[in-house]
C-alpha cells in the first residue's frame, strides 16, 4: 500500500565508498524528485525526473547521480561520500500536469563516520 | 527572489490552546501554489493542504485552518485547541514550475510542542 517508498531507511557508511538509495512509487505519477534535508531540517531539491527524463539539477555536485529506469523509479547513487552528505534524502512524485501534491517517501538516513 | 519565510523557529504551547504559524512567501510568478507539510518526530513528510494564487478562500479542515492572504503574501495556518499528537516541524512551501517541472521551496520550518 505504501505510496512512495525508499530503500534503504538508514545507511551508515564510511568516508569515500559509494552508495545508492532506491525510490519506487505506486501512485502512477510520471515525476519524480530528490530533496535533501540537513541537519536544520532545511529542505532543498536535488534533482527532478519527468518521464525518465532529467528536468531539474539544482547545482548538486557530479558526485550525485540520478537513475530513472521508468517512470515509477528513481534511483540516487552517490560516489566517493563525503561527511558533507550526511542527510536525510527524500524521494517524492506527483503527476507531470501538476495535479494535486508532490507525494514523499519516509526518508532515508544517510550517516557518514 | 523566490522564497519562503517561517519566521518562528519554534513555538511550545500547552494542550489545548490555538496556535497559528506564520508563512510569508516572495514569488515573481503570477499563478504559483502554495503548502503546508508536516513533519512529526518519526520523520516522515505529510501533506497537509495545498492552495493556489487564485483562490483566495480561507479553508478549514478539522481542527486545521489556512488564511492566505495575497496583498500580505501570507499563508499562515492554525490549530485550534492543540494536541500533543500535533508535535511536529510544519513546513511551508511554494511550487515553482520551471522547464515543464515543478519544484517545491521549502520554508525553514517551525517546530512545534504542544505539551500535556
Known amino acids: 500500500d505504501t505510496a512512495v517508498s525508499q530503500t534503504p531507511k538508514y545507511l551508515v557508511t564510511q568516508m569515500g565508498n559509494d552508495k545508492s538509495i532506491k525510490c519506487e512509487q505506486n501512485?502512477?505519477?510520471?515525476?519524480m524528485y530528490w530533496y535533501k534535508q540537513d541537519s536544520k531540517k532545511f529542505l532543498k531539491i536535488m534533482f527532478s525526473y519527468n518521464n525518465k527524463e532529467l528536468i531539474i539539477n539544482e547545482t548538486v555536485p557530479n558526485r550525485f547521480s540520478p537513475k530513472s529506469p521508468d517512470k515509477a523509479h528513481l534511483n540516487l547513487h552517490i560516489n566517493s561520500l563525503e561527511l558533507g552528505d550526511s542527510a536525510v534524502y527524500f524521494c517524492a512524485s506527483s503527476h507531470g500536469d501538476r495535479r494535486g501534491p508532490q507525494h514523499f517517501g519516509d526518508g532515508t538516513r544517510l550517516s557518514i563516520l | 527572489a523566490q522564497k519562503v519565510t517561517q519566521a518562528q523557529t519554534e513555538i511550545s504551547v500547552v494542550e489545548k490552546e490555538d496556535v497559528t504559524l506564520d508563512c510569508v512567501y516572495e514569488t515573481r510568478d503570477t499563478t504559483y501554489y502554495l503548502f503546508w507539510y508536516k513533519q512529526p518526530p518519526s520523520g516522515e513528510l505529510v501533506f497537509l493542504i495545498r492552495?493556489?494564487?487564485?483562490?483566495?478562500q480561507n479553508e478549514i479542515s478539522g481542527r486545521y485552518s489556512w488564511n492566505f492572504q495575497k496583498s500580505t503574501s501570507s499563508f499562515n495556518f492554525t490549530i485550534t485547541a492543540s494536541q500533543v499528537v500535533d508535535s511536529a516541524v510544519y513546513f511551508c512551501a511554494l511550487r515553482l514550475l520551471r522547464g515543464g517541472s515543478e519544484k517545491l521551496v521549502f520554508g525553514k520550518g517551525t517546530k512545534l510542542t504542544v505539551n500535556p
Open positions: 501512485l502512477g505519477h510520471d515525476t
Open positions: 492552495r493556489n494564487s487564485f483562490d483566495e
